[in-house]
């Protein structure tokens, strides 16, 4: 078995694990994904590793938010409103991201989240705001 293999084991594990402690705990298990660059997001073909996520997250009961498909009149970012291509953000977006997620964590907990008015549907939807 290869180095890689047993990371992406020991990672699963952790992850199983978590779910579990959490449920024996009555602790809702919320996952997120913070956003990165709009043209990281593009160039690395994020909706493959969306699609595996969803997958993954679904399978565990877990509810799972990726920010990187946050509608651009919800939070929005470009390229210069992050320091590097990784992911970390800028003063002004981190705050405004914080209180976008603590809207949505808010709304998930009280019932009336409605998935529409934070996120596009697709990657696809998302590509066509930030190429107009």
């Given at each position: 078995m ?63 938010y ?7 009149d ?59």
């Amino acid at each position: 078995m290869g180095r890689t293999t047993v990371y992406k084991n020991a990672v699963i594990s952790c992850r199983i694990f978590i779910k579990e402690y959490c449920d024996k705990n009555g602790i809702e298990l919320i996952c997120v994904t913070s956003p990165i660059t709009p043209s990281s997001v593009k160039r690395l073909g994020l909706d493959v590793v969306n699609e595996k996520f969803e997958k993954f997250f679904g399978e565990l009961g877990v509810t799972y938010y990726n920010f990187n498909k946050a509608r651009m009149d919800v939070l929005p970012r470009e390229d210069n409103d992050y320091a590097d291509k990784e992911g970390h953000m800028e003063g002004h977006l981190a705050e405004e991201y914080s209180q976008v997620l603590g809207e949505v964590i808010d709304k998930h907990i009280d019932g009336t989240l409605n998935m529409k008015d934070y996120f596009y549907d697709s990657f696809e939807e998302l590509f066509k705001t930030t190429e107009e």
